[in-house]
């Protein structure tokens, strides 16, 4: 059996990095939905690298700010579904310009990102599920890859066992919650704003969520709070029939999300709560499990949004501006 | 003359710093407000700091992420108003644990958070002004002594002198400003909702006026939008009746909010604009300015949130939750 294409991409790239005679960072660069997927893995190198930096930036303040760093010493990966997105495009023609190695992930081969790249990744999109080749799979496949080409890390093959576990988790999770999703879309059909919550390795969908689900493609007002800042300010606006959409992760930041979650659960009447436990991702190797949560959330979370779309006669598809005009 | 003691504990804290044989990385670390202070600190490291890797993370998710780099290479500047914060407060502690050197910023010496920190730097507060002895200022000198001492920096004297001249900046602009921040409350009063929007250095105060202004002192719906992001997302809820506060800073970031405001312009009557230049910032030293933008927005946007309180017979002070319970 020939491997699946990003295998044979993801050592390609990974070889890059193993030849280069040092590495100090990591940038994970790219704009809105796939700037949010770059935000579990600046965790991930935060909790596992010893030596190497990780920074999760949006593109156009990449491309300004124009770390210092930024040199023949830095990997840079960058996201863009289309492949098109100016800032992200520019940000790998910035990198390289700087002597950094460039790894780019995109839907579209042959897209002005995948030209611009030292390397690309192409993932396969697919909302609903999840698998080994979905972006945010990828992003984890080559943040390990690198910790383990760089400084020994041995958990690549934990996150290869659970990413194979995990389609199955997802189609139980998304089937076993029908009637959840179905009372949530009904619930806040008319709501004009819906907040979420996250932490951890968990926030980048929150975030996710609150702006490229809610107001891009909903309309609705939201924020995406971090449930270790609710109590610095945020939780002022909890009331009774205020909407939060929140997300109890795994490991080590799941007791700041109970926290979050045991006061909103006071004030608000309005709670939609997504627990990675009721998921059973428990079950999945200890050592990688925490990361896996914001995995389960994105698919689950869309089925919820496929739902209140159709409730509020508001397809996701729908935009007013994004791609309509120029900006 | 005797020095403010901010001085002397600024250089002793230094000392301290220039005494470490090795210093890899700034955490910045904090909540809420105190927080949202800390995000131009990272800006300055990202775009000074040749060696160094800064870092601007809220204290709960410090604590549980526990960075593996986090050790006696680290420094790690905390900042608490009440010096209470029970996340902050553990942050120090757990800094300290990992051998790291620890300086905090507060407004309550002989506070826990005073106690747990090798080092203290007792600030000023009055929200309507700027001094050179404010917390804000403070960290840029902290920030900026770090970098001079580890990698010879040369701009700390152009801060001193930019922070000397801004106090008067920001009283001209205030005062300046009486009939728009008038017409802002009056205008306002009824919203629901209040976007706010910035990038580079001064997303921070965009975010602390969300979260610790409209959300918690005022109870208005509200999310900061950084600016580049705004268009891979957040623009679509872009209407003529929802309200913007769009900051225009200096420097290189400045082309991402003026990208952003010609966008909202088209599109929201609810504009309310603050342009670092038309504050007269471009008359700070060049090689620091862009730094101080935020320092100028902080207490103008304070002047307008208490003419915003005033219209809502709402005080600043009103809390529902916040020191009423325990949480």
Redesign the interface.
């Known amino acids: 059996m020939l491997a699946p294409v990003p295998d044979v991409q993801i050592n390609e790239a990974l070889r890059a990095v193993a030849a280069r005679p040092r590495i100090d960072?990591v940038y994970f660069v790219a704009?809105?939905?796939s700037?949010a997927l770059m935000l579990p893995n600046q965790?991930v190198m935060?909790?596992?690298?010893?030596?190497i930096?990780g920074?999760a930036i949006?593109?156009?303040?990449f491309n300004?700010?124009?770390?210092?760093?930024l040199g023949p010493d830095s990997v840079v990966i960058l996201c863009s579904h289309s492949g098109n997105?100016p800032?992200t495009v520019e940000a790998a023609q910035f990198a390289r310009s700087r002597g950094a190695l460039t790894i780019a992930l995109t839907h579209a081969p042959g897209s002005p990102l995948d030209e611009a790249a030292d390397h690309t990744l192409v993932y396969s999109h697919a909302p609903l599920t999840m698998s080994a080749e979905h972006s945010a799979a990828i992003l984890y496949r080559l943040t390990f890859g690198i910790l383990a080409s760089r400084e020994g890390n041995k958990k690549a093959s934990s996150l290869a066992t659970a990413l194979d576990a995990l389609p199955r988790f997802v189609e139980t999770a998304i089937a076993q919650s029908a009637g959840h999703i179905a009372d949530f879309a009904e619930g806040h059909k008319r709501e004009?704003?819906i907040y979420t919550m996250g932490?951890?390795p968990s926030y980048g969908v929150a975030y996710s969520y609150?702006?490229?689900i809610l107001?891009?493609?909903q309309?609705?007002?939201?924020?995406?709070i971090?449930?270790?800042?609710y109590?610095?300010?945020?939780?002022?606006?909890?009331d009774f029939d205020v909407p939060f959409i929140v997300l109890i992760g795994l490991g080590?930041?799941r007791?700041?999300d109970e926290?979050a979650l045991a006061?909103a659960r006071k004030?608000s009447k309005r709670l939609t709560v997504l627990d990675a436990r009721d998921l059973g991702l428990e079950k999945l190797p200890a050592e990688v499990r925490e990361y896996l949560a914001p995995l389960a959330f994105s698919p689950l979370l869309r089925a919820y949004a496929e739902a209140l779309a159709d409730a509020k006669g508001h397809p996701l598809s729908v935009?007013?501006?994004?791609w309509r005009m120029d900006?």
């Open positions: 960072e704009c809105g939905g700037y965790y935060d909790r596992e690298a010893g030596d930096a920074f949006n593109a156009a303040e300004r700010r124009a770390p210092k760093r997105t800032e004009q704003v932490s951890g609150a702006i490229c107001q891009e493609m309309w609705v007002h939201s924020a995406a971090h449930a270790g800042e109590f610095h300010g945020p939780f002022e606006i909890t080590e930041t007791s700041i926290r006061f004030y935009r007013r501006y994004m900006y």
